[in-house]
């Protein structure tokens, strides 16, 4: 059995004049793609095939075509579709963030789910881009199998037309791209071309699928699973040269005849047993590769390239520009307004990266202004609401403020005044008693080499502590703390054992 793996790639970048470029997208591209499918779908059910569709694409025709949501909604109920997962915001988060990575492909996969009523165990990450590492992360997250791009210098001698197992991994499966045969269809090869008349009965080139057929079957010998990745805006491109009639006349000949099919993500990644295992460790994409070798100077150590952003954002501007982006990423968390994390979070697409020396790093910069300065109102605001919080609960008397609030350092302590006090004792569990009771003190610690100040607060109002008060001061100056309590009238008579109190306080004071 020869197996075709058919995948459309739809993306829209976001930009100043969105909706006119959006329309234009529209009309000539995803109208007539969602016809083709519609189309074939009618035809016959054997047409299966794999759908790559970022998050932006989706919030940009929710907000300017929501007919073709619901269009794709019936393509995706009669089935046979594989709709493939990947980080809803179009990132390269996977390199800078894998916390961040992970939120995007939870809050794509719950989009899904809330939108077409489908859970996804394929996972694709933008422009096709993978390796060892970005695999790993897969198979921990749930995922079954992953779309790559070109991996040419990877699989050597070896065909693309296989089912791999990623290196490293229990049971996640690769599917690598046919870089040869896509790129044949998508640059409109001079070896597939034939002349035709249009209908204005002029002679132009047009893409022609018997002469495709023929390279088809030669790749076949090299395996037999065949995956062809193209990007949607294809339709647009390719359109003057007949690419729809191209395709329509692909997916019949490879859904009528007995020892053929088309299959989508999934299932190509049963279509038949992994027939090795592949290690990635220089990153790939559908872009195409690269010597990592500059010419006339020394060779770059491996490790300086393994697990690397592709080499096409790998410049110091593209770098710098990323890490920009992700740098604000824990100030924009810490604010927890949901409306600054999804704009701080457009900036992660792909494109400014892309475009980073043209226009990405005034856009980026303009916009990460922006958003500090949104951040500062945000602190401003839940400062507020903090404390009006607080209010209300003090206020209702579900908080309890105590009634002395001590000074920093502070501890409690009780002094016995009828016990001669050693010079430099530790001890703190003296007793303040005499005759006529206890009076508890509380007095300040002391820092080594500080000029003690005498700070003592009475926890009492009793006529015993008054008298207190009244030996120290006259023993020497010191900061009394009175208890917050209407105090008591003094006893005008005094006995005996009160004035041999105080000279017992005076004595303890110059001691």
């Not at 809050?107 to 489908?118: A, I």
């Not at 695999?135 to 749930?142: L, N, P, R, S, T």
């Not at 030669?218 to 491109?237: H, K, P, T």
Request: one cysteine or more; a neutral charge.
């Amino acid at each position: 059995m020869r197996v075709i793996q058919l995948c459309f790639r739809l993306h829209f970048r976001y930009c100043d004049a969105a909706e006119e470029r959006y329309r234009l997208a529209e009309k000539e591209i995803y109208q007539p793609l969602f016809a083709l499918i519609e189309r074939n779908q009618q035809k016959t059910r054997n047409f299966h095939f794999t759908l790559m569709i970022s998050g932006p694409w989706l919030e940009m025709t929710e907000k300017y075509a929501p007919n073709l949501i619901e269009r794709l909604k019936k393509i995706i109920t009669k089935g046979g579709v594989e709709l493939v997962a990947e980080p809803y915001y179009y990132s390269l988060a996977i390199f800078y963030n894998e916390m961040e990575m992970a939120e995007q492909t939870k809050l794509y996969l719950e989009k899904v789910k809330s939108r077409f009523g489908v859970e996804r165990r394929i996972l694709a990450l933008p422009e096709l881009i993978y390796n060892d590492k970005i695999a790993k992360w897969a198979e921990e997250f749930g995922f079954a199998g992953m779309l790559a791009g070109d991996a040419s210098r990877v699989l050597d001698w070896r065909s693309a037309n296989h089912v791999y197992e990623a290196a490293g991994c229990q049971y996640l499966r690769v599917l690598f791209e046919n870089v040869y045969l896509t790129q044949m269809i998508e640059h409109a090869n001079a070896a597939i071309l034939s002349e035709k008349r249009d209908e204005m009965g002029r002679m132009c080139q047009v893409l022609d699928f018997k002469k495709f057929e023929k390279y088809l079957d030669l790749e076949f010998l090299r395996g037999r699973l065949v995956n062809l990745y193209l990007d949607a805006e294809l339709i647009m491109r390719q359109r003057q040269r007949g690419v729809i009639k191209f395709l329509d006349e692909l997916i019949a000949a490879w859904t009528e005849a007995e020892d053929m099919k088309m299959a989508n993500a999934a299932e190509a990644c049963v279509a038949e047993t992994p027939a090795a295992e592949v290690s990635v460790r220089q990153t790939i994409s559908c872009l195409g590769d690269e010597v990592v070798a500059l010419r006339g100077c020394l060779p770059i150590r491996l490790s300086d390239i393994e697990y690397q952003l592709p080499w096409w954002v790998n410049g110091v501007t593209q770098k710098q520009l990323g890490e920009k982006i992700y740098k604000l990423r824990r100030v924009m968390v810490a604010s927890e307004d949901e409306k600054l994390m999804t704009d701080y979070r457009w900036l992660m697409q792909l494109d400014y990266q892309k475009g980073a020396v043209e226009w990405g790093m005034k856009v980026v910069s303009e916009t990460i202004d922006r958003l500090y300065t949104e951040i500062e109102e945000v602190k401003k605001r839940q400062a507020v609401e903090i404390s009006r919080a607080y209010t209300k609960k003090r206020d209702r008397g579900d908080i309890d403020t105590p009634k002395f609030v001590p000074a920093d350092e502070e501890t409690e302590i009780k002094i016995n005044f009828g016990t001669k006090r050693t010079v430099g004792t530790e001890s703190k569990d003296l007793h303040a008693s005499d005759n006529d009771g206890v009076v508890p003190v509380r007095r300040l610690t002391r820092r080594p080499g500080v000029v003690p100040e005498r700070k003592i607060s009475v926890m009492t109002d009793s006529d015993e502590a008054i008298d207190v008060i009244e030996a120290l001061q006259d023993a020497e100056e010191a900061e009394i703390i009175l208890p917050e309590v209407e105090k008591k009238p003094k006893k005008l008579a005094r006995d005996g054992a009160k004035h041999r109190m105080r000279r017992v306080i005076k004595k303890l004071v110059i001691e």
